[in-house]
């Protein structure tokens, strides 16, 4: 999965702006932040579940 121009914005709340990230395949990722600091409304957003802008590669498709 990759990510360019990644951004999150939920409500007023900036959580990312303009993030570049790569997972390869068949690595172990770790999100890490204190409570509130927007883990789940990443992950949501990474499976379509919440609003982003930039975009999400996964294999070979687009969002």
Request: charged share 25%; with cysteine; proline share 2%.
């Amino acid at each position: 999965m990759e990510l360019l121009n990644y951004s999150l914005k939920v409500g007023d709340r900036q959580l990312l702006h303009d993030v570049n990230l790569k997972f390869g395949k068949q690595q172990i990722h770790h999100v890490l932040g204190a409570n509130g600091a927007g883990k789940s409304c990443f992950a949501k957003s990474c499976v379509g579940m919440l609003p982003y802008d930039g975009q999400i590669r996964k294999k070979d498709e687009q969002h």
